[in-house]
């Protein structure tokens, strides 16, 4: 079966810093990883996905995510935080091995950017 | 485009009371999804629609029906409405269901049982 876990549920940052939010995941075969923004009273927006190649994937407004496969990690990550970054963030994966399954997602991460 | 559009946008009900969430979506995706959204819960996937024509449950399908009108639409029951099922209802949708592309989510149903 596959899953994910975000371990933090808020994650403080001041504007100008650089933010990580973590996903680690597990999964029998190949991980399908994306990451996903949740703003406040919308729909979540894809942000990024690593389906195979380079460990490195860059993605919608300045975010990027690098897959470490030894560690099952997914961990998002920007440069330098801005206010408007403020939102909810999702990980998910599907196994690319499991057959007819769909993407499971984690419990989210709530960032908060301080001016 | 509109991409993926869902009504009503709030919905207050009476316990054991019907309703219908309805979405729709102009990508001409083959894939669509209902989602739930519950305070430190995450998404939790109530039944999905790989193809025109096909249905199926999800992680938490209990208390809910849902049709695939035709390729855009993909409509939500709730028969009888139970507190438990106050929550933020999502519907999505993707060129294929069981492969690597992105889900393209709509705006949410805030639905209320009293």
């Known amino acids: 079966a596959q899953s994910v876990a975000q371990p933090e549920d808020q994650v403080n940052v001041a504007e100008g810093n650089p933010l990580t939010v973590k996903c680690t995941y597990s999964?029998?075969?190949?991980?399908?990883l994306f990451w996903y923004v949740q703003y406040p009273n919308r729909g979540l927006q894809f942000l990024l996905k690593?389906?195979?190649?380079?460990?490195l994937v860059k993605g919608s407004y300045g975010f990027e995510a690098e897959f470490n496969k030894s560690q099952t990690s997914f961990h998002l990550k920007k440069p330098s935080a801005l206010v408007s970054d403020s939102a909810l963030y999702f990980c998910?994966?599907?196994?690319?091995?499991?057959?007819?399954?769909?993407?499971?997602f984690g419990k989210g991460t709530m960032l908060l950017v301080s001016p | 485009n509109a991409g993926v559009t869902q009504t009503p946008k709030f919905q207050v009900l009476k316990t054991g009371q019907s309703m219908t969430l309805q979405c729709a979506q102009d990508m001409n995706h083959n894939s669509m999804y209902w989602y739930r959204q519950d305070p430190g819960m995450g998404l939790r996937l109530i039944y999905y629609s790989a193809s025109e024509g096909t249905t199926d449950k999800g992680e938490v399908p209990n208390g809910y029906n849902v049709s695939r009108l035709n390729k855009r639409e993909f409509s939500l029951r709730l028969e009888s409405a139970a507190p438990s099922q106050t929550s933020v209802y999502f519907c999505?949708?993707?060129?294929?269901?069981?492969?690597?592309?992105?889900?393209?989510f709509g705006p949410g149903t805030r639905l209320t049982v009293l």
């Open positions: 999964v029998s075969g190949n991980p399908y």
């Open positions: 999505a949708s993707s060129e294929k269901a069981f492969y690597y592309n992105e889900q393209f």
């Open positions: 998910a994966v599907r196994d690319e091995g499991s057959g007819y399954s769909t993407l499971t």
């Open positions: 690593y389906i195979t190649g380079d460990n």
